[in-house]
């Protein structure tokens, strides 16, 4: 179990708990010098390299382009970046995580707050004055400065009016007023962590700026909503009708009554009482690749070949793109495992088992007893077809 009174450096020496207690969702937090012994794994010039990839999600934003905030999306090429102008340009690229296993490994840190809800590592670099505008996200970040000098501004959400610059693809704010209080230089190794619509301008102090953003996956509740009547129209009981009894208070035949209202939300209430449903959904939705078409499943032949594999003692991984959670309801015997958006029940002796997969990301099977467990062979036999363990293979000369 995670301990979260355990001081972390990644939190300047601050305890999991003291974050959730005092600044998780309610206000900034600065830390500085959180960041240590940490290797850039990634010059400007490779970052731009991997911009020019076709499987590579990347952006630039120019302030002053030929247009104001111009926005390119990559994959770029040499002359894309041979033609923008010596100052204030941002290039960002996502989810580098899923490319480069220092990045992942730097993700990991962060593992005092739930790893489901982690989304991925972006990757900012920008020039002197380089800027991706004023404006909010609707989710939880820390802001990791690795390179250069970076100046921060934030707002709190009452501060600002949701009101953004017309004839821009980027939602960039109108009005973004300085709050002295909220106004930062951080340097490499600090780290600012900003609460869900806490409005924020950074801007590059050098040339050598550059940013990691790790982000948290936050589904609004219209999407939960949807989701879930997705699943309950997947089995669906025609006896289940509306069918409110007549109380005699109706004053006219053609009045809808309060009590009728009652009854809807009594029995929609009903039909949302299922946590394990609510679970399932959760549990598929946060476990979603967020590039699935570099994930499909292993066929039975692959399949076969990885895991025989893997009992000879082939090193496997836990690759930066997989997601891997799971839920175990009260009182019962089985927890359902996700793993890239599919789930798997299974008895919920394995826990632990799927714990050891969570926090480690290299794994020999050759020892492991498939005896001990029914559900073990099944459980990594899924965890492989899903790629939420995959083989890791020598390079070729």
């Known amino acids: 179990m995670t301990d979260l009174n355990i001081p972390l450096a990644i939190l300047g020496g601050m305890t999991a708990q003291t974050f959730l207690d005092e600044y998780w969702q309610k206000k900034p937090l600065v830390i500085r010098a959180g960041l240590t012994d940490f290797e850039v794994p990634l010059e400007a010039d490779e970052l731009a390299g991997m911009a020019m990839e076709e499987e590579v999600e990347s952006r630039i934003v120019i302030e002053n382009g030929q247009t104001p905030w111009q926005m390119q999306q990559g994959p770029f090429d040499e002359n894309t970046f041979a033609s923008l102008p010596e100052k204030e340009w941002t290039l960002l690229v996502q989810a580098v995580d899923h490319w480069v296993p220092e990045v992942q490994a730097l993700k990991e840190q962060f593992q005092f707050l739930p790893s489901w809800r982690l989304d991925d590592v972006m990757i900012s670099y920008a020039t002197e004055g380089g800027s991706v505008g004023p404006h909010y996200d609707q989710y939880d970040v820390f802001l990791i400065q690795v390179a250069g000098k970076r100046r921060w501004q934030a707002l709190a959400p009452h501060e600002y009016q949701d009101s ?156 930066g793109d997989a997601r891997i959670c799971y839920y175990h309801a009260t009182n019962q015997n089985i927890i359902s495992v996700f793993c890239n958006g599919k789930s798997l029940e299974i008895n919920a002796e394995l826990a632990h088992f799927i714990q050891a997969i969570t926090d480690q990301v290299e794994f020999d099977f050759s020892g492991l007893d498939l005896s001990q467990n029914s559900d073990l062979e099944p459980l990594v036999r899924f965890l492989i077809r899903q790629q939420g363990l995959i083989e890791l293979v020598a390079p070729e000369a």
Request: charged fraction near 25%.
């Open 164 to 319: 953004a610059i017309a004839n821009v693809a980027l939602h960039i704010l109108d009005n973004f007023n300085i709050n002295p209080e909220m106004d930062w230089e951080l340097e490499a190794g600090d780290i600012l962590y900003l609460p869900p619509n806490f409005a924020h301008n950074g801007r590059s102090m050098d040339d050598e700026c550059m940013t990691y953003s790790i982000g948290f996956r936050a589904p609004s509740l219209q999407d939960a909503l949807t989701g879930l009547r997705d699943k309950l129209c997947e089995s669906i009981n025609v006896k289940d009708r509306f069918a409110a009894p007549e109380t005699g208070k109706r004053e006219h035949n053609a009045q809808i009554h309060s009590d009728d209202i009652t009854y809807l939300q009594t029995e929609l209430a009903r039909l949302m009482n299922q946590p394990n449903l609510l679970a399932n959904w959760l549990g598929e939705t946060m476990s979603e690749s967020k590039y699935p078409e570099y994930l499909a499943p292993l066929n039975s032949k692959e399949l076969d070949e990885a895991f025989q594999n893997a009992m000879q003692g082939q090193t496997f991984i836990r690759p």
